[in-house]
């Protein structure tokens, strides 16, 4: 494809100049992909005929956003990556270059990890940390640096969505290509054994066919790991239990043999659980602000850089009368869902109680606020609906109590 070949002309050309400097690529990339605009001149049909009829340079094997490779070079290469439904999970790069929007958009979110302990070279205990948050649309690059400087997870709103990717084969760093659990645990999530395959493989079926010694199996693997196949398969089994609790009760049962790990992780099942939850839902529905508003609420660590977000898009509202209509619209959007797309019932009692929380008050400040708009017979209730709202999957991050907040 003439442009692309053109292209990475132009970056081998200026890399050479910078003899091949690793710290140069990401500019120079960058650079050049903004000069070049893709999306102003070539559409998705453009590149998915071009990858069925013509001849193709060699191609990168491998199913993470179903890439083609559209030029190579002994030095890097360009694909083009298609998203359906599509989200990264917080990660690094062992490579340097640069991605771009081809079409579509996406909420880009970027972290940063402070190790505190290494429990291997593979598996790091710390923090987490979330940097910003950013729409992505189409015309937007940004550079890609090895190791933590770009950790980040993407969230891609339409379907589909197109991104390009510059980018060398590996860097010089032999760090581990770290992927991050919220709060605390990094670990090289695409280093897989022969062992963890098998080992995997049994607990899927275990887990397929319902069989009773599922969790006694994981017990009996955890205990007999090391800290980093031990993490891999907590992680699995606590996906596909039924609740934090069943998770709890395995986490415990496992917890003499790393105890280290299993206080960590207890940490993040909740947010695993919930980012599982709306990812499975996003994977559910077509329509535009319903994936735009599922996005936010995985992106968002926080209510206030929830709200921080919404501000960002709707200038000169207030970010919580955005979310509250929302919520209304989406309760009662025609689907033939209860609840409507996002499977959430609102009524005005509930959307006036979320409302009160979006806004930092206290379980009593919400009593106070209802009783001057109803006529409260208990206050029960409304208590049961306020920790329903705090403990939910979709909200409860979010919504935490004012004392809980972090």
Not at 61 to 84: A, K, M, Q
Not at 117 to 122: D, H, N, T, V, Y
């Amino acid at each position: 494809m003439e442009l692309f070949s053109s292209l990475g002309t132009l970056i081998r050309q200026d890399w050479k100049k910078a003899n091949y400097a690793e710290a140069a690529f990401p500019e120079i990339a960058c650079a050049r992909l903004e000069e070049a605009a893709p999306g102003r001149h070539l559409t998705r049909g453009d590149i998915l005929r071009w990858a069925t009829t013509a001849s193709l340079p060699p191609q990168l094997e491998s199913e993470f956003g179903n890439p083609i490779t559209v030029f190579h070079d002994p030095y890097f290469f360009i694909d083009v990556l298609s998203w359906i439904d599509g989200s990264t999970a917080v990660h690094e790069h062992k490579f340097t270059g640069a991605f771009g929007v081809l079409e579509g958009s996406s909420i880009h979110t970027r972290y940063a990890f402070r190790p505190a302990r290494a429990l291997s070279e593979r598996l790091l205990l710390g923090r987490v940390e979330m940097l910003g948050v950013e729409m992505l649309k189409a015309g937007d690059v940004r550079p890609i640096h090895a190791g933590e400087k770009s950790a980040h997870s993407l969230f891609h709103l339409d379907r589909p969505s197109l991104s390009v990717v510059i980018r060398t084969p590996h860097s010089s760093n032999v760090r581990p290509q770290y992927s991050y659990l919220l709060p605390s645990i990094a670990y090289d999530e695409p280093y897989e054994t022969i062992e963890h395959r098998r080992c995997l493989r049994a607990l899927k079926i275990l887990d397929a066919i319902e069989d009773p010694d599922f969790v006694p199996f994981s017990v009996r693997l955890v205990r007999a790991a090391d800290p980093f196949s031990a993490l891999r398969y907590l992680r699995f089994v606590c996906e596909r239990l039924s609740s934090v609790q069943a998770c709890d009760a395995l986490l415990a049962e496992v917890s003499s043999a790393h105890p280290e790990l299993v206080a960590e992780l207890a940490k993040a099942v909740p947010e695993l659980r919930r980012t599982n939850s709306i990812l499975l839902r996003r994977g559910r529905i077509r329509d535009a602000k319903s994936r735009w508003i599922l996005g936010i609420l995985l992106a968002a660590p926080t209510r206030k850089q929830l709200l921080e977000i919404v501000a960002g898009a709707h200038p000169g509202q207030d970010p919580v009368d955005v979310l509250v209509g929302w919520a209304r619209e989406l309760s009662n959007d025609g689907s033939g869902t209860e609840g409507g797309a996002l499977a959430i019932s609102f009524d005005d009692t509930s959307l006036l109680v979320f409302s009160c929380l979006l806004r930092g008050l206290s379980d009593e400040q919400v009593l106070e606020q209802l009783g001057r708009e109803y006529d409260l017979g208990g206050a029960d209730g409304v208590r049961e609906l306020v920790r329903a709202m705090r403990e939910s999957v979709l909200f409860g991050r979010l919504l935490a109590a004012p004392s809980t907040e972090r």
